[in-house]
């Protein structure tokens, strides 16, 4: 049996509710967030002065989030820098805040038709990666771009960063620049990253550091300021079935 379970957004929860219901069916152990432009949550949202921060802030285990927006401005959110939850926090950079994902299990954010180019996550700061899990486990991200500022320049930060964590996987995104990398993972734990096109990084596309079970497959990587892959003192790493 399905169903569609709901968190708390504000006081405004049976409303966006009774809107979303008609929109996507879970199973039961899964939250499903479906952000669209138009007449749809996010509308309702923004009208009621539920910021995006809060839409953040529904980030959390058993989660599947679903973008159908065309883009998604993290400094754009109402507590950016500045809003805190159970499990994200803001990491103050050089240039602006970082958004940290920390300690969740089981969390998906996915694009609803699959449109890569059609969907896309975005920081401003330099310093700041676009995205970065610690201490996760069961990640899924798919079918959405992320990246910087598309202007040449001087970047820090990469596109998506993972530490310590386990069970990721990366499919079917693109990720660009200026960042310095498209995935750059350190202490992970059986990472895949297949289908994507990374380019316009400064540094090189992907880099993993004492990571293992690392698996690339038909990955386009192009256009990149240095190596296409790296890795350094891991173990268990297959590229393209090799």
Not at 108 to 131: F, Q
Request: hydrophobic share 35%.
């Amino acid at each position: 049996m399905k169903k569609t379970i709901k968190k708390a957004l504000s006081a405004l929860t049976a409303l966006c509710l009774a809107v979303c219901l008609t929109a996507v069916t879970a199973p039961a152990y899964t939250d499903v967030y479906t952000v669209v432009k138009g007449d749809s949550l996010w509308k309702i949202a923004v009208k009621y002065k539920v910021g995006l921060d809060e839409l953040i802030a529904a980030i959390g285990p058993n989660v599947d989030i679903v973008l159908d927006g065309e883009l998604y401005d993290l400094s754009t959110a109402t507590g950016y820098g500045t809003s805190k939850g159970d499990y994200y926090y803001w990491l103050d950079e050089f240039d602006g805040p970082q958004l940290v994902i920390d300690g969740v299990d089981n969390l998906t954010i996915r694009s609803n038709d699959g449109s890569v180019t059609g969907h896309t996550i975005a920081a401003i700061p330099r310093y700041a990666n676009v995205l970065t899990f610690q201490s996760c486990s069961y990640i899924t991200l798919s079918g959405f771009t992320a990246g910087h500022t598309r202007e040449p320049g001087y970047c820090i930060g990469g596109v998506l960063r993972f530490q310590y964590s386990d069970h990721i996987t990366v499919d079917k995104c693109g990720l660009y620049g200026c960042g310095i990398l498209g995935v750059d993972a350190e202490y992970c734990t059986d990472i895949r990253v297949a289908n994507c096109d990374i380019y316009e990084c400064s540094q090189g596309g992907v880099q993993f550091w004492r990571s293992e079970g690392i698996v690339m497959e038909n990955n386009t990587l192009r256009d990149l300021g240095g190596s296409d892959m790296s890795f350094h003192d891991c173990k268990d790493v297959t590229v393209n079935g090799e």
